[in-house]
Every structure is written in C-alpha cells, then in structure tokens.
C-alpha cells in the first residue's frame, strides 16, 4: 500500500514539474528566424526523381532542382538550366541551349550530358521508372523502354555539344515543351549515381543544382533542407526549409493555430475549419487542374445507350457539391478546366432533369422502371463517399433509381478497376502537365487509363490532330469540338467537379506563389516583418 | 524455468516460419497488387518493374528466394519506399514504438492495478462507481477522439503540452496517456474482477470477520492470486503497445512502427508487411513466455512446460 | 463427502440466477436500458417509425445543431441524426452481442481444451493463438470481404476472427490455476468425467474474468465494425452504425459536436450497461455471493 501511494506521490510531482517547465518556454516572435515549416503530410517514397511519381516527392525535389526551363506562377515555361530554345522542323526537334554557369551542389557544372544521361536512365527498361512513358514522344523511345530496340543510342536524344540538348520526336506535339520543366526530366548525375547506387539520395551523397541542399532527412518524420549559397539565380532569402510529416490534419491544422506551421494547404486542413476560416486574411482558394467525374462503362448495357449516360449527366446538380464538400469546389459541367486553352462555356452539360427523364425514358426505362441492378463503385478515400452519397441521392431524386453504392479497399478498387471496369464508377484525374491534351488523352482508344473503354474514331482523329497542330487558336478549336463531344454529345463521363486548393499563409511569410499544378517553389520567400 | 525459456526460444522457429509462411500467402490471394495504380502503367513497363522484384517468377520460387534471404537476417525491400531496405526501415521505426509502447504500458499498468483493487476494496462506494466509470469511458470512446481532444485542450487551449511530434521528453506524455487509455480501462475492470475473487473467498472473509485490516499480508496474498488473469493479458497487451498504436501515431504525427501495420498492407509493399508481421510475432513470443513464467512466481502450483 | 457437497449448491444457483441477478440494483437498471436498446434495433427493423425523418433522407438544413424539428441536429447531407442514430442500433448491437457471443463460445472451448487438457496440448494450442494474434488482422479482414462480399456474415466472420484469443488466453489462464484447487481434485478422485468437471465445476469459477473479457469485446466489436468500412466490408452508404456515425463526425469534433457525441453517447450507455450486467451475472451465478 505505501509503495503504490509513494509512486503515484512520485508520478503527480513529475507531471507537476513537466508542466511547470513547458509552461516557461517562450520566444520574441512566432516564427522562426529565416526558416519555412511546411507539413508534407507523408513520407517521400524517394527521392530519386527518375525512379518516383509520387507529388510528394515532387514537392521535395522542386525545391531541391531545376530542369531545362522551369513554371511560373502563370504555369508558362521561362528559361532555367537552359537559356534559349528553338523549335525546329514544324515541331519535331528541340534544342536547348545550356547556361554555362550552373553548377552542381560539389561543384562540378551542369553539362547536357547530365540531362542526356537522366533521360536516357528513365527510359531504360532496368530502371524500371514509372513515368517513362513521358517520353514516348521522342524517336525509339517506346521501342526502346518496352524492349523492341535494344540499343539506347537509337533514341532521339542527343548532345551536339557540352551545353546544347537536342530532342528528336516521332511527331510533332504541342506540349512538349512543358515536360521540359517536369521533375523526371531534370538531369543526373551519372558519377554519383553509379558510386552509391540506391543510396545516392541519402543526405551525405546527394547533389543537386537547384535553391536548396538537403540537409537532413529523418524517415517519416521530417525533411530539412538549407539555402544553397551557390544557386544561380541567388541565394534563397531563407536559410531552412523544414518540411513535416504530420498525416493526420487536425493534428496539422492544430500546430498551425499555435505557430508552429507557417503555411498549410489541403493535406493540413480540415473541412470545417476551411469554412471556419473562409473569411479570414490567411486563407486562399485556387482552382487546381485536377478534374473528378462520373465515369460510365460504355460497353455494357445499360451505359453502352448514349441516352442513359446523358440522363444520368443531367440529373445532376452539379451545384451541390460545393454546398456538401464545403472546400470551394467548382462545379464542371465539362471536362477541360477554364484555366486553360479549349475551355468553352458550350463545351457544358446542363443540369435538366425533365430531360433527363425523358431520355431515360426514350432509352426503355420510364421513370426507371425496368432499370437493371446498377452500383456505383468508389474507394474509401477521404471525401470520396460524401461525394458518392451525394450523385446518389441526386440520382434518386431526379430520376427515380436506386443506385447502391459500392465501396473497396483501395487496391482492391484499382485491380476491379483495371480488370473490369464496373458500369459506374467514381474517378478521378489530376493534369501532369498544364495542357488539355492530359485531359483529353484519357478518353482516347488506347489510353491505357480509360476506364469507360470507350472508343470513338471521330474523337481520337480530334485529339491526334489536335495534339500536333501548332497554331494556338487551331488547337484550342479543336479540343473544344472534342470536349462538347466528350461531355454534351456522348455523355462518355459526367464531369462533377474541379477540386481546389485550401491554404492558410501565416502574415510573416511572404512571396509565395500558388499555381494550378500545385507546385510548391520556395526560393523567392520571406520571413519576418 | 531456464528450461522454460530456451524451449520457447526454440519453438518460436517453427511458430516464426507459420506465420511467415500465411502471412506470405495471404498477400499473394488478396486482389490488388503493389504496382496497381490510379494511373495506370503500359504493361510493358509493368513487367520491367516486376522483373526488378522477382515477382515474375512462380510463387514457389518467390517464396524460397524470401525464405532464403529471411534465414540471413535480410527483410527484403519496399516497393513504395522505393530505396530503402525493410531492414533499415525497422531499424528507424521500432525503437521509437519500442519506449511509446514502454511508457504507455507502465502507465496502464499502475492506474489499471491501482484504480482495480481500489474499485474491489471499496466496492459499492462512490469511488467504485467512479472507477467504473472512468474505465467505460476508456473503452468505449476511440483513440482517436481522445488524442484530438487532448492535443485541443492540453496543446492549444490550456498550451501546458506540445501539440504534437516527437521532439522531447514533453512530447511523450499526451501520446503515451492516449495510448494507455484503454488498455488501463480494461486491466482496472479485469483486477476488479479477479480481486473480487479472491477477497470473497473463505479465507479472507474469515481473516477479516477476526478484525484483520486489508492490509500489507493479506493484500499481497489477494493481488498474487488476483494477479493471474491480469498477467494473462499483460502478454498481447504488451505486443499490441509496443508495435505502437496505429491510431497514436498517427494523430500525433510519431515516426514509429505502428503506421506500418497499415499502410503496409494498403500498399501492399510486401517484404515490409512481412517484416513488420515477424517483429510483431517475435516481441509477442518474448511477451507470452515472461507472462507464463510469471505464472509459475504468482502461483507455484501451475506448471507449464514449453 | 466434500465433493457431493459442492456439487449441489452450485446446481441450485444455476437455476435461480436470474432472480438473483434482478436483486441487484445496477442489474436491474442495466437490465432495462439493454432492453431499450434491443427494442430500439427492433422498432427499426420492423420499420416502425419513431421520427418523422427517414434514415437516408437528405433535407436543406445542412449541418444544423440539435433543435426541435431535429433533435440531435443534422449531418453534412441534411440528413436527421436521430434517425440515423435509431438506425443504426440495429447492426450496432447485433454486431456487438453476436460477436461476444462467437468470441465467448470460440474462445472458451479453445481455452479450456488448452487449460485442462495437459501440457503438450497447452503448448500446441497456445503457438496457434500466437500465430492468430501476430497475422495482419487487416490483411485477413479484407480477404474476407473479398471472399465472403458485404453483408452481416462478412462482418460477423471478420470481427470474430479478430475476437476470440483475448477470451481463449483468459479461460485457458484460469483453467490452470483452478484445475489444483482442492474441489477440482477431489471431483477427479470421485470419478466425475472431464465435460462435467468443466461445466459445473471449472466454469462457474472462472466466470468472473471472463464474463469481463466478454463485456469488453462489446464495444471492441462496435467500435471495429465501423472501420471495416475502409476495407469494403460493412456497410453501403447511405447505411449506418453507431461506428460509422462516430467515425463520420470526428472532423467536425470542434465545430459541430453534435455529430460524434450522439452515437459516441449509445456507444458508452451500451457498454456501460453491459458492464454492470457483466458484474451481476458474476455475482448472481456466484455460490458464495450472499444476496
């Protein structure tokens, strides 16, 4: 008895003396001096920017590299490693002419071998790198990366001198350009990589040419990175950049309130403390180039009838989800967001429900009578099932059906969803690059993404042309035909809504910038009054 | 008990190799796979990927070339943690689940005993009320409401605590409470029963009707044998703490193992769910026989064997 | 003599354990708000209903704090919390009981093989629980919602799987201890077969930690049923549970209460109940209890 009363004497006096000492720490200011702490929200599964796809690592390595050119805050491509380029041959070569004065972290300059030898390393099929297929443009590429060509020296890259980068295409594209500012395209190093082969990106060994070194990187925990003295377009005017790995929001959001964060975006922000905070200076809101749909196997019945697939798209009013989601979504009634070119008010579906029934009808099914069994397929993703829950209830209203919904693990999701797609499903698609073509690809024959399997002659001819076409108002017409074909005519997909982004910026930092892509550069940023 | 302790070293072979060997399987029948994903890659450039990883090859060769490399200590690599070893990994994440686990357990163990025998001794009482109470609470309200409440009201409210992370020695004590919630909830329910037991029975009644206070022999007479269903638990308990909540971890963002149970198998990153499967089973193993060799201290009349 | 005298009380309790049980005044009252409950889940089955909002009836009034027209306000859909709530009783206390019941009866057979059986049957049998604990549940959680698809069985299936060791480990802990005490040896002397040392004697006595164990795994199976809906299993929207409720409303802890305390409120009554009718059912089938 006395020892059980003597330690929990012991254990309140402990506690006594902790809070007493945690109550004493205090500072002048909120922030840290010259430092950015950023939430990342989950481990970088590499660092490795030929071998990861993973948009976390992506935020990591655009603080730590630059490529040929770079985005700015428009999402237009400005010169970086490269000075000046010339596209040649109505949009078959591209050649790049290097600075001469970049240098890598240990000194050594930026040469086009080093773009030559990263690009060449994520093609090659050993690397087994995921986004290859980025560079399918080029000549041989494809054969090469899927082994139909054996030698890599055949592939459309070459060097004709130590600071210029030539790029052969197959054909001519219209977005070619932006892959140039792409993490996966900035260049390596080949010394470094083959010395310590998987343990290249390790802080001791890693070496890079952008605003930032990396410093520390505790797994799982937190990244940090110091200003790079020797950047060529200057020294950062912040000395760290500390980036957390807090996955749980509320947790996030809570240390932004007590200062300990200084800027947060959707990964460190929950719903209701977006609407809390909606009014406040903090707080901003951009649409995001990553669009959410309805999509339809167009294969089977009763979604292979273009009727029923356009009933389902107008019965939707496509003005809740702003109203449940609650995170400023935008309603899109077509597929190509408006930040960009081909965007046309016309291209929309309207929300008309007496027509939709009367489709429903002509289609066999009056008031859904008759309708067969039909679920609606989604994995258990964050607001994915308010969503859902929401298209349902839409449907049930303004059509009279019943649509069950259907929920799966989420690779358990991916696997149905690759080997046979259900009659209706919940997707959605992020842009990889700031260009329609991203967008209207995925509904192509043979993307290996279309879901809806669905294949339209009349609508690959559009985008193939349109892809190659040069002439920005030619190109533009042409994806805004495809677009109203896609989403008003065929009703292949029912466009919801254009996800956005959140984000809180604490009053001392200044200069940052955000964009559509979500690409998050810290060089040019403040700290302090 | 020496012998007690080197035949479990021994039998946990076979047990280690058993669950490797389902664990192994039942990864290969779910549907999903570590390289499906949202966009999708050209089948070629999959079958480039899957070489790398030998998962071309038949299962029976998969499962020896595991097995092979498991005998050598190596746990493989991650697929999604695309160059780091499983090994390394571990390495990072156990010892910091390790003293979560640690400190959450000593502090389950001495509120859930305390408030237990307090609850039987004064059973009926207001204080045995209370103690009910609390511990239904403990239970009944999940990790994760709890820890959000405390980060609100410890971290930003009354700002006596850090809000979260794992930077210092203050940064443990919310997590640990959290964490030792419901494990002490059920271990003062579980003394409370079995002290019941035992203070019920014959002998007690009649040392106390003769005026003996519960007191120092008689107390430590009731909580050995109390003790027993108790220790019962303390094994998987153990285990459960120390492969670190996967709730706690992950509210109060702590680079530990716990994340890994999960996350793991979502991604179906298989040596790492392996690996973390066997670090379970083993600490689980070492649990189970300290408990039964507590067992044979509490009450010497139970002989286990192996 | 001593063992035929031990034998008849203990038949005697048995028969009259329920109206020792209603003695108890937490019992009774526990009792009672268990019977509310189940007619509750009832109620809702039959389709008999008790608000004038049906459980998947989205309104305007988004998010909309606890008021007459919605007594415990609404969710992020308008629908009725209350409603939701009455609802979701049904899987939630099936659930909870049907999985204390399969962990009750899994794991005492398992573990009183294990406790009376002998040494080598011990170990073997106790390997196989170690080997149960150290598989990934939710590895085998989604096996099983793969196999087995949506609905009750899945979910009963699934939460049993997970369930049953905590109750084996207790029973087989018990059995050891109490196969030495002398009633139990002079049973063995009088030549009274094993099923019947264990039913009338073993059992009884070892009644109290389990009947603990089994009051825990009510609310462990509540509270687990609602993140089975991350891996497929359980329930279709626009469907609920007390879990699911509970784990909806977390985000909105700080701005709308509302949504997690009203189930999280069932969640605790339930197992609070249970708890006291766990003690009575100890006390009432307890010889030595004076009531």
Redo the contacts between chains.
Sequence with gaps: MNAMKTSICGLLLLLGISIFCTGCQRSDHAWEQDTLRINIAAEPPSLDWVITTDSTSFDVISNLMIGLTQYTPKLTCAPACAQSWEILEGGRVYRFHLRKDVLWSDGKPVTAHDFEYGWRRLLNPATGAQYAYFLYDIKNAFAYNTGLIKDGSQVGIRCPDDYTFEIELEKPSGYFIYLSAFCPTMPQRQDIIEKWGNHWTDPEHFVSNGPFLLSKWEHEYKIELVANPHFIEGKPKIEKLKMFMIPEQGTAFALYENNQLDFIDNRSFPTPDVERNRTSSEYKNIPLLRGNYIGFNTQKVPFSDERVRLAFSMAIDRTIFPKILRRGERPQAAWIPPELIGYSKDSEITFDPVKARKLLADAGFPDGRGFPKVELLYPNREDTKLVVEAIQDQIKRNLNLQVPLLNQEWRVYLERLHRDPPLVFRGSWGADYPDPETFMNLFTTHNGNNWTHWSDPYYDDLVTKARAEQDKDKRAKLYETADTYLCKSKATIAPTFLSTQNSMIKPWVHGIDLNALDLQFFKTITIGN | MFRLVIRRMLAMIPVLWLIATITFVLLRIVPGGPFDAEKSLPPEVIANIKAKYHLDKPLTDQYLIYMGRLASGDLGVSYKYVDRSVNDILRDALPVSLLLGFLALTLATTVGLTLGTIAAVKRGTAIDAFAMFLSTVGVSVPGFVMGALFIFVFGLWLKLLPVALWESPWHMILPAVTLALSPAAYLARLTRASVLEVIEKDWVRTARSKGLPVNQTILRHILRNALIPVATVLGPLTAILITGSFVVEYIYAIPGMGRFFITAVQNRDYDLVMGTTLVFAVLLVIANAIVDISYQILDPRIRIEG | MQAIQIAEPVKNVEKGAFHRLLKIGSARIALFVIFVLCGLAVVSYLGIPLSPYSYDQ?TES?LSAPSWAHPMGTD??GRDLFSRVIYGSRLSISIGFLTALIAFVIGTIYGAIAGYGG?VL??VL??GI??A????D???M??V??LIG?GTTGILIALGLVSW??TA??V???F??LQ?EEFVEAARACGQPTWQIIFKHLLPNAI??I???L??TV??AI?AESTL????LGL???ACSWGTL???G???????PHL?FFP?LF??L???SF??LG?GL?DAL?P??RL
């Design positions: 989205t988004l992020e859909l040494q011990d170990a106790m390997r170690d080997i604990y150290a598989l990934p939710l590895l085998v989604i096996l919602g793969v949506r060791m905590g480990r207790l087989r802990a018990q050891l201890q030495h109290g930690p009947i603990v164990a009051t825990f609310p462990s509270l809906s991350f891996i497929g279709s929207p626009p509970a784990n909806d977390f985000r909105a802890l700080r701005t709308d997690i999280s969640i605790f339930t197992v609070l708890n006291f003690d100890r307890d030595r209890t």
